[in-house]
């Protein structure tokens, strides 16, 4: 297993956007609007020098008046999570994405494609700099928590040999082990371990006792290196897409057009949707779904985005931010015909080729429905 880092990748993207920037402390504003404008993030050249997160801006900059403060971009940090995805998956179907920059990938089985997995690992790091022009580390171990602690090391790739993962992982603190929760850790902290090598011997009744068993079992199986997740698939099964859209800052939901970015992926396509679903997110992390009829998808895109616009609209009933959304889409051959269609919906019909090559022939000014212009 192969475990990916990509070390401050905001930053990075800053970097690439603008060659000044490198090797100079940076900070991204933080995107909560406030009395007093305060950091979000800061990379490692600015936390040496003492400034941190949530620091107040005009502190930081009299405290450190070469510190740049930028923009935040969550949009464009999204989508190249997204980019770290698509290349991922052309090297395996098995992944998973963690955090920002962070990724797992299933190499066994591989080998007939790129060779022995440590040779397929350096290939991966090389094209990814070269593709992307992004700087990584990675970690390679039959354990998924060792593999994540051995990328964490910044060597240009770690490897953990196999029956080697207890001894690697015990020097480790036991805050830098992936999942643990911040509760679970204070109870540790309280009876005195402070090491991954302090919790390896305690037997499972006894963790039991301050976690529920399920929990206490997977984290001494990390801890011990004898963790061997089954990674899910990296790409969407063939025939289907899922678009991912996160909104920063937050919104309510009139405020987001979403008709003309439903009309904007559904375009992308020469093929018809034969089932869609709309998930969102409110900012206290309760989710919401609906599933397109199947008679609204033998209408012409110009008229299903309405519908989902609609049915979105009704579906916020709690009046509160809406944090992020994804629409799902499982496509055909061909827009199924209804048996009675409308005139309205015969003229749509005729209407979609050309708006759709007035798309791809100007894109930089791209073709809107009108009732999604306020």
């Not at 900059?61 to 464009?76: F, G, I, N, Y």
């Not at 990724?103 to 690992?121: H, I, N, Q, S």
């Amino acid at each position: 297993m192969l475990a990916m880092w990509v070390p401050e990748l905001p930053f990075q993207l800053a970097c690439q956007r603008e060659g000044g920037l490198r090797d100079r402390p940076l900070a991204f504003l933080s995107p909560q609007g406030g009395r007093t404008p305060c950091l979000w993030l800061v990379n490692r050249l600015g936390r040496a020098e003492g400034i941190a997160a949530g620091d107040p801006m005009d502190h930081a900059l009299r405290r450190l008046p070469s510190l740049r403060v930028l923009d935040p971009a969550p949009q464009t940090w999204w989508e190249a999570q997204m980019s770290l995805k698509d290349f991922l998956s052309h090297w395996s179907p098995q992944g998973l994405l963690g955090r920002m920059g962070e990724a797992l990938l299933e190499l066994k089985g591989t080998d007939r494609l790129f060779g022995p997995v440590r040779d397929a690992a350096w290939k991966l790091r090389r094209e990814l700099a070269q593709q992307e022009g992004w700087e990584s580390h990675g970690g390679l171990s039959e354990s998924a928590a060792a593999a994540q602690l051995a990328a964490r090391m910044e060597h240009q790739l770690e490897l953990v040999p196999g029956g080697h993962e207890a001894s690697f992982l015990a020097p480790h603190p036991l805050a830098r082990l992936p999942d643990l929760n911040l509760r679970a850790a204070a109870r540790l902290r309280r009876l005195g371990l402070r090491l991954v090598g302090d919790l390896q011997p305690m037997p499972l009744p006894t963790l039991s006792r301050l976690m529920p068993e399920p929990e206490a079992r997977q984290l001494l199986d990390r801890a011990r290196g004898q963790d061997r997740p089954r990674l899910p698939l990296l790409a969407d099964p063939p025939g289907e897409s899922s678009h991912p859209w996160r909104l920063e800052p937050p919104r309510l939901p009139e405020e987001i057009s979403l008709a003309a970015w439903c009309l904007e992926k559904l375009w992308s396509e020469s093929r018809s949707p034969r089932r869609l679903q709309l998930n969102w997110w409110d900012v206290d992390g309760e989710a919401h779904r609906w599933v397109a009829p199947l008679d609204t998808l033998t209408t012409p895109p110009l008229e299903l985005v309405r519908t989902v616009e609609t049915a979105f609209r009704l579906g916020c009933q709690r009046r509160i931010l809406v944090h992020r959304l994804e629409l799902r889409v499982a496509w055909g051959l061909g827009r199924p015909q209804g048996l009675f269609e409308s005139g309205l919906t015969r003229k749509l019909s005729a209407l979609e080729p050309a708006l759709a090559r007035l798309r791809q022939r100007f894109p930089e000014r791209p073709v809107l429905p009108g009732f999604s212009i306020s």
